[in-house]
């Protein structure tokens, strides 16, 4: 029997005599990080980071609506006054609503560049996600949210122990949260997995030579989309639909879009990259012979000298 990690919810953090809302500040942390790194990669490729920071700030607004909207319907006991229904300090995010919406207004922003630049971009932007989503994750723990079963905590290295705090989450399934409770608490492994996930697309982002755009898109969704899938069978305070979260069904669709961009997507950006490469190489060759054809003031004929010089 493996020793389980001593857990207590942490709702605020005093900073001095400010008092921070745990979730709201690591919200806060995960967006500026996530826009910062998803800037200085695009900004490697043309793209001006204040270009990527208005597209990011769209997207996140859209996303924290998107998702606030999707936890208030399917949690709709938990809502008794109008504010709650916009109370995301709190805590309430749900994936799936997020992640949709998100893309939705991103969109038609895709589709105005090129197509090396869009997988650029979305390489960025998945490097940018995976660190947001990580101290997003920091957030939900300390309000104590998504909360799996104790199903295998006696053993599991991740499991946690409940020491105290008011977590949002009082209940594990029908039974309230005492102390002392040993059970999964989903947010932490996440957290860990992204954190991890983060460090590999840095990694590839940095590769040289540089992989074909898409690939670290193509990383990022199928390690997320089976994380979530195989995590959320613990979950124990989600609703299903025949045996599946909401956010399940929506991993299998980005298992499909994964495959689809590894298949097809990588190869013919690689093909863009590898000619983009080569009209440079051109472009180059052309501007060295012109440079080398055009005579230099020390190669040009001098001026024959006539008796008004001498």
């Known amino acids: 029997m493996l020793a389980a990690i001593p857990y207590r919810t942490f709702e605020t953090i005093a900073l001095g005599p400010l008092e ?71 805590g309430g995010l749900q994936f799936s609503g997020g992640f949709i919406a998100a893309l939705i207004v991103g969109y038609p922003t895709f589709r105005k560049w090129d197509q090396l630049t869009r997988w650029r971009m979305l390489d960025a932007g998945a490097f ?4 947001g989503a990580a101290f997003g994750r920091v957030g939900c723990t300390a309000v104590g ?13 991740l499991a946690v122990r ?17 102390v002392g409770t040993e059970f999964h608490n989903l947010a932490v492994n996440e ?24 690939t670290a898109v193509a990383i990022f969704l199928p390690v997320y989309a ?47 990259v590898a000619a983009e490469a080569e009209a440079d190489a051109d472009a180059e060759a052309d501007a060295e012979a012109q440079a080398s054809s055009d005579p230099s003031p020390a190669t040009a004929p001098s001026k024959p000298v006539g008796p008004r010089d001498r």
């Open 226 to 272: 089976v994380n979530r899938f195989l995590l959320d069978f613990l979950r124990i305070n989600d609703r299903t639909v025949l045996g599946l979260t909401g956010a399940q069904y929506l991993c299998l669709a980005i298992l499909v879009a994964s495959v689809w961009i590894w298949r097809n997507v990588r190869p013919k950006t690689a093909a863009l």
């Open 162 to 178: 409940f020491e105290g705090g008011d977590p949002r989450e009082g209940f594990l399934g029908d039974q309230p949260l005492t």
């Open 145 to 157: 949210e998504h909360f799996g079963s104790t199903w295998g905590a006696d053993w599991f290295p």
């Open 128 to 131: 940018g996600v995976t660190v």
């Open 20 to 90: 921070l809302r745990t979730f709201g500040l690591m919200l806060g942390v995960g967006v500026l990080a996530g826009a910062w790194v998803a800037g200085r990669h695009g900004e490697r490729f043309g793209v001006h980071r204040e270009v990527t920071y208005a597209l990011a700030t769209r997207m996140v607004i859209a996303g924290v609506i998107g998702a606030r909207l999707t936890w208030a319907i399917t949690n709709w006991d938990q809502i008794e006054t109008p504010v709650d229904v916009i109370a995301v300090w709190q």
């Open 191 to 214: 957290m860990l997995v992204l954190f991890v996930l983060a460090l590999v697309l840095w990694r590839v982002l940095r590769a040289r030579p540089a992989p074909p755009p898409g």
